[in-house]
């Protein structure tokens, strides 16, 4: 995918070593460091508290 995106030769592998596949239920976040790691979304609560929210941008412009 990455050489059809970006015009680039070279080979994608199909998943990361030690990742679990992803799963529609679950929100995980992996961390690429010396030790890769893989959890859970650490902001879940907040994301569910905000996903009920329809938040519209404010005009700055807008004459008062």
């Known amino acids: ?3 059809a995106c970006h015009s680039l030769d070279v080979p994608v592998p199909p998943a ?4 679990p596949a992803y799963r529609s239920g679950e929100r995980l976040t992996h ?3 010396a030790t890769p790691t893989t ?3 650490a902001h879940e609560t907040a994301r569910r508290i905000w ?3 329809n938040l519209t941008p404010f005009d700055l412009f807008e004459e008062l």
């Open 16 to 19: 990361i070593p030690g990742r």
């Open 31 to 33: 961390t690429f460091s």
């Open 51 to 53: 996903a009920e929210h």
């Open 39 to 41: 959890a859970p979304y």
């Open 1 to 3: 995918m990455l050489g």
